[in-house]
């Protein structure tokens, strides 16, 4: 696909079998571009691929699996992106999925896997595929969020704790790089339509209830309605934006 906002440029969305990463891969390819997507298994994401394929005519798309909290693991990504389609310009931290639970019942296991899919994915990935976009004077890094860092949902202390590294570390990376032509946000969603959602609104519907409940709109996010904040900061008409936390919450936290 030549034609778009983003022809000739690479996007790497990791997290992307399903929800709001598939959603992002979509968006990416519907704007031209080559985008590689990543998730744990792979299966679900080489199935998702081809739908993302087969949505956009002539995409060009690529899909890779793997443990992205493992530094060896996204050393293999960057080589698969950049034989591929060259260096990536744009690169979504989406991969995570806490373990919510009160904080008193988690394991060392538990507390462990939040923080590897949350937080250590995103500090490796931007530790991979920052070099180019520096080398290069340009790139986008958005990561995702959440918007229970600000507003202390229940039962979200060690997910706020990874996710709440993610904020952290967006700040301090565009400070450090702030003149490099490279901008690094964060999207940060309330609750969310999607599968995962779904699964708990069958499991826990009060806790579901409440989880919505803190939305003065009254419903969960829609996917596409995430995917558009990253496709807005991934493109030239944000190129003063960086540093920020993007709350896309329905209002459940403000300013």
Known sequence: MSNGAFAGQVAVVTGAAHGIGLAIAHAFTAEGAKVVMTDLHEEPIARAAVEVRGKNEGAEVVSFFGDLSEESVVAELL???ESSFGSATILVNNAGGGVIKPFLEHTPETLRATIDRNLWTVIWC?????????KAGYGR???MGADSVRNGLLQHAAYNGAKGGVHGLTTGLAREFATSGVTINTVAPCAVRTAALERVQQIDPPFAKHVIDVIPMGRPGEVDEVAAAVVFLAGKNASFITGQVLSVNGGSTML
């Open 79 to 81: 080589a698969i992106t």
């Open 141 to 143: 890094i958005i990561n």
């Open 126 to 134: 931007c530790r991979a595929f920052l070099p180019s976009m520096l």
